[in-house]
């Protein structure tokens, strides 16, 4: 029972660290990749952290995992039953909503202050590059998944799968900066061409 506890509280505490470190990330404050911030945010020591994680490597890699967990698989859930053009559009609209979200911009943060060069960031992020890189994996998996019964050639929608998030980051971007572009339009504009694309790939 008492060990019970003590995994519990364990936890509950590597818990609250990685909300600090998302929480940290995602205000864009000077220091907000400092290890040592963040376990002041969380109330605790950066031995604490370090005990938790390993190092800064780890907590990172930490944080990309926690934050991948809440997200769950995005495109293949975002639409399951639709058309093409609904699948496409659900996809866009969920991205368009949650790329201001708090983990988003705590990830976007983080990837601003990496390096790079990606042999850089291997080399002096093993953990952290290994988790960006299973995202990619996992990113393109889920879209593969959510137009598998579609019949669209998977090699199109492999393609589609790596702009999308670029496309994406670029409209938010517009809206954050603010603009004269129709962003709803603009977005309109993405989805049918998304569409185009993959519905000239169906056999017939």
Known sequence: MTERRTNRR????????????????????????????????????????KYQFGDIDGLWAAV??????????????????GTLAERVTGILDVMYDGLTATDSRAIENLRAALPRDRAELERLYPQTAAELASWQRTWIEDCQ?????????PARVREVALFIPGAMRGIT???QLGTYIDLDEARRGLSKAIV???ENSQTR
Do not use: C
């Open 10 to 49: 364990g936890q509950a505490s590597r818990e609250s660290m990685l909300d600090a470190a998302v929480h940290a990330l995602a205000s864009g404050a000077p220091g907000s990749v400092s290890g040592n911030r963040i376990a002041k945010d969380a109330g605790a020591t950066w031995g604490t952290v």
């Open 64 to 81: 990309l995992r926690h934050t991948a967990e809440r997200r769950g698989q995005m495109p293949s859930h975002a639409v399951p039953h």
């Open 145 to 153: 998944k959510a137009f598998a019964d579609l019949d669209v050639d």
């Open 173 to 175: 971007s517009e809206r």
């Open 196 to 198: 185009a694309y993959l």
